[in-house]
């Protein structure tokens, strides 16, 4: 069992930025590879980015590549989203995942835990 534990989420205005943080916690969290996940109201969810527990390799979907940065302490088995140049579309429930797979992907069907999600709104 893993329990994972989102924070960070808030209001900014276009062009900001904001960093969120995972916490996981459970058995074997080590194992797992972590995405992050967002949802506007209204649209399906959108895998935003991912971390691979196997090489430490990431991958970014196409809308925040150059903007968000994902990254992992391993000593504080926390898993961070760095997302800049924040834009109004960005706007949505983020929640991170796990996924017993040496590698990562942005499709939720691939994780087994999921957190109860952080609200970002980026509006001026």
């Known amino acids: 069992q893993v329990q994972l534990v989102e924070s960070g989420g808030g209001l900014v205005q276009p062009g900001g930025s904001l960093r969120l943080s995972c916490v996981a916690s459970g058995s074997r969290v080590d194992y797992y590879s972590i995405g992050w996940f967002r949802q506007a109201p209204g649209k399906e969810r959108e895998g935003v980015s991912c971390f691979s527990i196997s090489d430490g390799s990431t991958y970014s979907a196409d809308s925040v590549k150059g903007r968000f940065t994902i990254s992992r302490d391993n000593a504080k088995k926390t898993v961070t989203l760095q997302m800049n140049s924040l834009k109004p579309e960005d706007t949505g429930v983020y929640s991170c995942?796990?996924?017993?797979?040496?590698?990562?992907?942005?499709?939720?069907?691939?994780?087994?835990?999921w957190g109860q999600g952080t609200q970002v709104t980026v509006s001026s």
């Open positions: 995942a796990a996924s017993f797979s040496p590698y990562c992907t942005v499709f939720g069907s691939n994780y087994d835990y």
